[in-house]
T-cell receptor
C-alpha cells in the first residue's frame, strides 16, 4: 500500500524566515513524488515534481529514499506563499493512482 | 478556457437522491481522475479513466459510478446519497496514462441535507 504523511496541519512562519513542509511516504517500489499547492479560492495546481529536479517560486524538494521523505523547502518565505500544500505519490509504471497527503496549511505572517 | 472544467460548481440535494457531476478534461488529455475531498480525510482517489476505459480504482463506493465518453468528458454518478457524501469532488486530467502531473478542475461542492 502507498501512503503519504504530512505531519503538520498548520505551519506558521514569519516573512523572510525559512520554510520546510514535511512529507514522508511509504511505498514498496520506485515512487514518483509531487508537491501541489492550492491558493485561497483557486484550484489545486502542480508545484513541482521530484523527477524534474526543478525550483519553482523559490521552492525545492529533494527525494531522500533512505528516509522516505520529500520535504518542501524555501529559504525565505513570502506572504504570497500562504496556501495549502499537498504532497503526492504515485508509482512509476503506467496507470498508477496518485495518493495525496492530508495537506499542510502554510501561513506566512507579515 | 482550455483547462479542466467541472459542472456544477455547487450542488445541494437531499439524502437518498442521485446526482451527476461532469468533467471536461484539458484539451488533449486522455486521462481523467476523480477525487473526493472531505474535511477530515483529505484527497481520496476514487477512479481513473484513460481514453474511455477504466484503468485504476480507489476507495469508490458501490453507490458511486463513473464513465468516460468518446469525447473524453467524464461523469461521476452518486446515488442513494447520504449525509457523509457531502464533500468537494475534484476532477483532474493528464496527458497520458503516466503521471506527469495533473491539471485540476475547480471542483464541485456537494452538500447532502
Amino acid at each position: 500500500a502507498q501512503r503519504v504523511t504530512q505531519p503538520e496541519k498548520l505551519l506558521s512562519v514569519f516573512k523572510g524566515a525559512p520554510v520546510e513542509l514535511k512529507c514522508n511516504y511509504s511505498y514498496s517500489g520506485s515512487p514518483e513524488l509531487f508537491w501541489y499547492v492550492q491558493y485561497s479560492r483557486q484550484r489545486l495546481q502542480l508545484l513541482l515534481r521530484h523527477i524534474s529536479r526543478e525550483s519553482i517560486k523559490g521552492f525545492t524538494a529533494d527525494l531522500n529514499k533512505g528516509e522516505t521523505s520529500f520535504h518542501l523547502k524555501k529559504p525565505f518565505a513570502q506572504e504570497e506563499d500562504s496556501a495549502m500544500y499537498y504532497c503526492a505519490l504515485s508509482g512509476s509504471g503506467g496507470y498508477q493512482k496518485v495518493t495525496f497527503g492530508t495537506g499542510t496549511k502554510l501561513q506566512v505572517i507579515p | 478556457d482550455s483547462g479542466v472544467t467541472q459542472t456544477p460548481k455547487h450542488l445541494i440535494t437531499a439524502t437518498g437522491q442521485r446526482v451527476t457531476l461532469r468533467c471536461s478534461p484539458r484539451s488533449g488529455d486522455l486521462s481523467v481522475y476523480w477525487y473526493q475531498q472531505s474535511l477530515d480525510q483529505g484527497l481520496q482517489f476514487l477512479i481513473q479513466y484513460y481514453n474511455g476505459e477504466e484503468r485504476a480504482k480507489g476507495n469508490i463506493l458501490e453507490r458511486f459510478s463513473a464513465q468516460q465518453f468518446p469525447d473524453l468528458h467524464s461523469e461521476l454518478n452518486l446515488s442513494s446519497l447520504e449525509l457523509g457524501d457531502s464533500a468537494l469532488y475534484f476532477c483532474a486530467s493528464s496527458t497520458s496514462n503516466r503521471n506527469y502531473g495533473y491539471t485540476f478542475g475547480s471542483g464541485t461542492r456537494l452538500t447532502v441535507v
